[in-house]
């Protein structure tokens, strides 16, 4: 009886959206076929909008049938990588610009009078390539499931390359500035629309990403000028802090050789004319530009750029006048973040040609005097300094690999990280971490770019010899925007607990979470401190001159 009155109440309360049964969900613009494995229930490929070419997203079309929602979605169009030795390209079964799809996963058994706290997810890619199916987050599920604190996961797609990234004056004019960014901000209305419909509490929606995806996340943190944010209550930032990102007019000369390569340079319209190109003519120029493997590295033509509107100003801006939403905070990185990405640049063999390097791609109005100071922090020698990977292969690959890679990690991850934290911690509660694991065992890579993502996300009872916090933290976080505090009083199965980020440990002023080979320890973020204070003293100094 007391099933039989619910059904009604719930349509009352939630008017979008009502449910048949356990694998089928109704919404506004149409009926989703999800499919129950195991104690999950997936709703996979779900159109969350759609979008013409360089157009921004809106309501996705109203469906006449059931939808079948048993399989992935395509992919975004990906930009080709260039080949590096050991790593294989991911390939998908099928791509499309139409391509804006989520996936939904949720304990089988869920009360919807009860709703669930939400995990949205957002792959990373370098804003290139990558997929919402990239990530197997149903491991964090089943996790929360056997905890007694059950919460669901979205995954979801945005745009790539010039489609969801294309900057320069015609790009300003027509409004269609970080497409991909839209995207996923559409994908969280969407959230807070209709996932009452599966069981999901739009209260209680933490927001996270990997590499890029993090970018995109702490980006969408700092779009909110009221310091708030109504989309999501913490986020989850994984080897991707809010970083520097040029301007919409930086990227003219990117928007000029698309339309050139595209054969629109004539046309009195030139967006129009891309907008109606072949895609393979526009993917072929897009493939013809530098990607994060290319000698250029992680310096992207195609990601976020400041418009003045979903990126209202540079991030340290935003962050040190505190301009962003204000919640609990998760972020960490890896120890060895810019071995991957120094790959593309092992002719660079020398003193002067490391200098000449970072100046050009990375540091171009940097001083003759501040240049010198950069190379004494980051020295040459590989048994010195701060560098990344482990001492003892000290002359790992190339004689400048190690120097490049901790030059690397440290402006693109540590610095902007730490930097974030030293203000945010001021008013919000902050957990950050650093990983080690595989330090050793991975050779000249060390603990690389996103190498924590097991650690985050697979299961265990803390009976293989790896402590079990680092399996429940999510599910905590999410539940409680504490990752030490499990709802219920249930046990972690973990004697440890994890300071906030600002809270003093036995060697420095602020803690860290750590991941060692041997096991978990907590340690002062001082490590390095000399040359990451240098990193944002020269962003800071280059804004204060109005660069």
Same mark, same amino acid.
């Given at each position: 009886?007391?099933?039989?009155?619910?059904?009604?109440?719930?349509?009352?309360?939630?008017?979008?959206?009502?449910?048949?049964? /356990?694998?089928?969900?109704?919404?506004?613009?149409?009926?989703? =076929?999800?499919?129950?494995?195991?104690?999950?229930?997936r709703f996979l490929g779900v159109p969350f909008a759609q979008a013409g070419r360089f157009e921004r997203p809106k309501e996705p079309a109203t469906l006449q049938t059931a939808y079948n929602a048993t399989s992935f979605g395509p992919a975004c169009p990906q930009q080709a990588l260039s080949p590096i030795p050991g790593l294989v390209a991911t390939t998908y079964p099928s791509v499309s610009e139409d391509c804006l799809s989520l996936n939904v996963f949720r304990p089988s058994v869920t009360d919807p009078s009860v709703g669930l706290p939400v995990f949205v997810w957002?792959?990373?890619?370098?804003?290139?390539?990558?997929?919402?199916?990239?990530?197997?987050?149903?491991?964090?599920?089943?996790?929360?499931?056997?905890?007694?604190?059950?919460?669901?996961?979205?995954?979801? +797609?945005?745009?790539?390359?010039?489609?969801?990234?294309?900057?320069?004056?015609?790009?300003?004019?027509?409004?269609?500035?970080?497409?991909?960014?839209?995207?996923?901000?559409?994908?969280? =209305?969407?959230?807070?629309?209709?996932?009452?419909? @599966?069981?999901?509490?739009?209260?209680?929606?933490?927001? !996270?990403? *990997?590499?890029?995806?993090?970018?995109?996340?702490?980006?969408?943190?700092?779009?909110?000028?009221?310091?708030?944010?109504?989309?999501?209550?913490?986020?989850?930032?994984?080897?991707?802090?809010?970083?520097? *990102?040029?301007?919409?007019?930086?990227?003219?000369?990117?928007?000029?050789?698309?339309?050139?390569?595209?054969?629109?340079?004539? /046309?009195?319209?030139?967006?129009?004319?891309?907008?109606?190109?072949?895609?393979?003519?526009?993917?072929?120029?897009?493939?013809?530009?530098? +990607?994060?493997?290319?000698?250029?590295?992680?310096?992207? *033509?195609?990601?976020?750029?400041?418009?003045?509107?979903?990126?209202?100003?540079?991030?340290?801006?935003?962050?040190?006048?505190?301009?962003? !939403?204000?919640?609990?905070?998760?972020?960490?990185?890896?120890?060895?973040?810019?071995?991957? @990405?120094? @790959?593309?640049?092992?002719?660079?063999?020398?003193?002067?040609?490391?200098?000449?390097?970072?100046?050009? +791609?990375?540091?171009?109005?940097?001083? /003759?005097? =501040?240049?010198?100071?950069?190379?004494?922090?980051?020295?040459?020698?590989?048994?010195?300094?701060?560098?990344?990977?482990?001492?003892?292969?000290?002359?790992?690959?190339?004689?400048?690999?190690?120097?490049?890679?901790?030059?690397?990690?440290?402006?693109?991850?540590?610095? $902007?990280?730490? @930097?974030?934290?030293?203000?945010?911690?001021?008013?919000?509660?902050?957990?950050?971490?650093?990983?080690?694991?595989?330090?050793?065992? +991975?050779?000249?890579?060390?603990?690389?770019?996103?190498?924590?993502?097991?650690?985050?996300?697979?299961?265990?009872?803390?009976?293989?010899?790896?402590?079990?916090? $680092?399996?429940?933290?999510? *599910?905590?976080?999410?539940?409680?925007?504490? $990752?030490?505090?499990?709802?219920?009083?249930?046990? /972690?199965?973990?004697?440890?607990?994890?300071?906030?980020?600002?809270?003093?440990?036995?060697?420095?002023?602020?803690?860290?979470?750590?991941?060692?080979?041997?096991?978990?320890?907590?340690?002062?973020?001082?490590?390095?401190?000399?040359?990451?204070?240098?990193?944002?003293?020269?962003?800071?100094?280059?804004?204060?001159?109005?660069?």
């Amino acid at each position: 009886m007391l099933a039989l009155l619910f059904i009604p109440l719930y349509i009352l309360l939630y008017p979008h959206a009502t449910i048949a049964d /356990s694998s089928t969900v109704s919404l506004a613009y149409g009926t989703f =076929q999800g499919f129950i494995s195991g104690n999950i229930t997936r709703f996979l490929g779900v159109p969350f909008a759609q979008a013409g070419r360089f157009e921004r997203p809106k309501e996705p079309a109203t469906l006449q049938t059931a939808y079948n929602a048993t399989s992935f979605g395509p992919a975004c169009p990906q930009q080709a990588l260039s080949p590096i030795p050991g790593l294989v390209a991911t390939t998908y079964p099928s791509v499309s610009e139409d391509c804006l799809s989520l996936n939904v996963f949720r304990p089988s058994v869920t009360d919807p009078s009860v709703g669930l706290p939400v995990f949205v997810w957002i792959y990373g890619g370098g804003f290139q390539v990558g997929n919402s199916r990239d990530y197997d987050l149903t491991p964090v599920v089943e996790r929360s499931i056997e905890r007694g604190e059950p919460i669901m996961v979205v995954t979801l +797609n945005y745009r790539l390359t010039a489609l969801g990234f294309l900057a320069g004056k015609e790009v300003a004019a027509a409004g269609i500035s970080n497409l991909g960014l839209r995207d996923q901000i559409f994908g969280l =209305q969407w959230v807070q629309k209709y996932i009452s419909a @599966f069981g999901g509490d739009p209260d209680q929606v933490v927001v !996270g990403g *990997v590499s890029a995806g993090s970018v995109s996340t702490a980006y969408l943190t700092l779009n909110n000028n009221q310091n708030s944010n109504t989309l999501f209550r913490g986020i989850f930032l994984q080897s991707g802090p809010a970083q520097h *990102v040029p301007s919409l007019s930086d990227g003219q000369a990117d928007y000029d050789n698309l339309v050139a390569a595209a054969n629109c340079t004539a /046309s009195p319209d030139t967006l129009d004319c891309l907008r109606h190109a072949p895609l393979d003519t526009v993917m072929a120029a897009v493939n013809a530009t530098p +990607n994060f493997f290319s000698y250029q590295s992680v310096n992207l *033509v195609w990601g976020p750029r400041i418009d003045g509107d979903v990126i209202a100003r540079d991030a340290w801006v935003s962050i040190s006048e505190g301009l962003h !939403g204000k919640m609990p905070k998760m972020m960490g990185v890896c120890d060895d973040e810019g071995t991957i @990405f120094s @790959f593309s640049t092992l002719n660079i063999t020398t003193n002067q040609e490391f200098l000449a390097y970072v100046h050009l +791609n990375y540091l171009p109005k940097t001083s /003759s005097a =501040q240049m010198a100071e950069l190379a004494r922090l980051y020295p040459q020698d590989p048994t010195q300094g701060p560098h990344s990977a482990q001492a003892q292969l000290t002359n790992s690959r190339t004689p400048q690999y190690k120097r490049l890679a901790a030059f690397q990690g440290d402006l693109l991850m540590t610095s $902007p990280r730490r @930097f974030w934290m030293a203000h945010a911690s001021l008013t919000q509660n902050v957990w950050g971490w650093l990983n080690k694991m595989g330090k050793f065992a +991975n050779g000249d890579i060390g603990a690389y770019h996103t190498s924590d993502t097991p650690i985050w996300f697979t299961t265990t009872d803390g009976t293989d010899g790896m402590d079990a916090l $680092p399996y429940c933290i999510p *599910v905590n976080f999410i539940n409680t925007l504490d $990752p030490n505090s499990p709802p219920n009083g249930s046990d /972690s199965n973990s004697s440890i607990i994890w300071p906030k980020w600002n809270t003093p440990s036995s060697s420095g002023p602020s803690s860290l979470f750590t991941f060692n080979d041997d096991g978990i320890n907590i340690t002062a973020d001082t490590f390095r401190t000399e040359a990451v204070d240098f990193l944002n003293d020269l962003r800071l100094t280059e804004l204060n001159n109005g660069s």
